[in-house]
């Protein structure tokens, strides 16, 4: 009994010492870790903590009024930073933040706000944060407002340029009517993309651009299923044109022009005339002022960017092995006119030119003509496939130089170049279809066009 109460007593003791120990170098750890935090509080008394970034700028180990210098001009240059809102891989609008969405900083509460990362809230929150700071950054957020009322004006445009809703394809007797997808633009998810994309600038000298997120919503029927009823089931030919670095108005003249011909239904013999279903595209039919050729030049005009629509519209024909009636080429070739290439061209004006082709399939078509992404696109519809192979080849191209006219200056205000006018070659070309199939091959001559150069003009004293 004796020995047992020795060797308890002993064990004890054993214990009560690695208790004291392990007390004893928990209070050294807290003395020193409180000891650390102390002189953490005293290098940093009146900066901001290491590793707190705003608008992607690093501004720890700095007092507020130097962290407002560097941030100050920051926020101004982001605030009127253009930012691109792109939507179907086109340039939809282009706006400044602080103009159209009424976009501001608190740059005053931003740099304080910097300040009390880890200074804030219990003693253990602030340990907390600070433990955080030495191993991640702090990027701050929520310093980025927009005006509501700005805001919601800027949306309203959006959903007026984008938003529609659902409509099943339908079919009268002389068209079918495509169906149309809804599309409603994500306003969340384009208040968070916008607020990202106004800060990314920050480090960027170019123009930022978004993708605009929109939601899809599937029309109850669709174009294929109207096809099929008056059966229509086979892409007989389809041709493409750039809308690249095409005018807003152009765009809109050539989508208005597209729509008169979309879903047209042509019978076997029926002629086709674009200047009887588009009509003259003048101030009073709707359209809008843009690039058209006239005597031998390139101005301003309404209808602009019309003849983009008969061109695509005839290369279609062309591959479908419609018969060509009528058709016109450009007096001259440039820049508006080289979505296509040379002797491929149609002009259209009411009145004097026109756009006309014969169905002379033995079967019913339809013209499909609609602007996806930035391609004007027609696709011709069939009840069957060609039974051939059609290909397009020019041939004889010659280029003619352009004049040189020098003007005398006389009060004339130009560029520092002197130019008054730039010059464009002329040119000269024709162009066949080929046609394979069973029989053979066999070429087809459409045309030989020339198209006249225009002189350039300089200034000279």
């Known amino acids: 009994m004796h020995h047992s109460h020795y060797y308890q007593n002993k064990k004890s003791k054993s214990n009560n010492k690695v208790i004291t120990r392990i007390v004893l170098a928990i209070l050294v750890l807290v003395l020193s870790f409180f000891f ?12 901001i903590y290491p590793n707190v970034i705003a608008i992607q700028q690093d501004i720890d180990k700095l007092n507020t009024d130097q962290a407002y210098q560097i941030i100050k001009p920051v926020a101004e240059k982001i605030l009127s930073t253009p930012i ?21 900083i608190d740059v005053i509460w931003l740099v304080n706000e910097a300040y009390t990362i880890a200074r804030r809230g219990s003693l253990f929150n602030r340990i907390s944060e600070r433990i955080s700071l030495i191993k991640n950054d702090y990027q701050l957020s929520n310093f980025l407002k927009f005006n509501e009322n700005k805001f919601n004006s800027f949306y309203k445009q959006l959903q007026s340029k984008v938003e529609q809703p659902p409509c099943a ?15 409603t633009i994500n306003r969340q998810e384009l208040l968070a993309e916008l607020q990202k994309s106004i800060i990314d600038s920050a480090s960027v000298d170019i123009p930022n651009s978004i993708e605009l997120p929109v939601y899809y919503e599937k029309p109850t029927i669709s174009t294929t299923e109207i096809l099929a009823q008056i059966g229509v089931y086979e892409i007989i030919s389809t041709y493409e044109t750039s809308l690249q670095g095409k005018a807003e108005n152009a765009i809109y003249n050539i989508q208005k022009a597209a729509k008169q011909i979309n879903g047209l239904i042509l019978n076997p013999q029926d002629i086709f005339s674009f200047n009887q279903i588009v009509g003259p595209a003048e101030k009073e039919d709707g359209y809008k002022e843009g690039i058209i050729i006239a005597n ?41 006119t080289n979505y296509v290439p040379l002797g491929r061209d149609a002009a259209v004006f009411y009145g004097y030119k026109d756009l006309k082709f014969r169905n002379s399939l033995d079967q019913r078509i339809v013209i499909f ?19 051939k192979t059609i290909k397009i080849i020019s041939q004889d191209m010659k280029t003619y130089d352009y004049d040189l006219i020098k003007i005398k ?3 004339a205000v130009v560029g520092e170049d002197n130019i008054l006018q730039e010059g464009i070659p002329g040119y000269s070309i024709k162009t066949f279809r080929i046609i394979i199939d069973s029989e053979g091959e066999r070429m087809e001559f459409l045309s030989e066009d020339r198209y006249a150069s225009v002189a350039r003009n300089i200034i000279v004293d």
């Open 36 to 47: 650390v935090y102390s002189i953490d509080l005293i290098i940093y008394r009146g900066k």
């Open 84 to 104: 691109i809102i792109n939507y179907d891989d086109m340039e939809l609008i282009s706006i400044i933040p602080q103009e159209h969405l009424g976009a501001s």
């Open 169 to 183: 394809a339908s079919i009268t007797s002389s068209r079918v009517i495509p169906a149309q997808i809804g599309i």
């Open 296 to 336: 031998g030049q390139f101005v301003n005009g309404y209808g602009g960017g019309v003849c983009q629509v008969s061109t695509t519209l005839y290369n279609a024909a062309l591959l479908a092995n419609l018969q060509i009636i009528e058709r016109y080429h450009h007096s001259i070739y440039g820049e508006a």
């Open 369 to 387: 003509c609609d602007i996806k992404s930035n391609r004007l696109v027609v696709t011709i519809y069939g009840e069957k496939a060609l039974d």
């Open 409 to 411: 200056r006389e009060g």
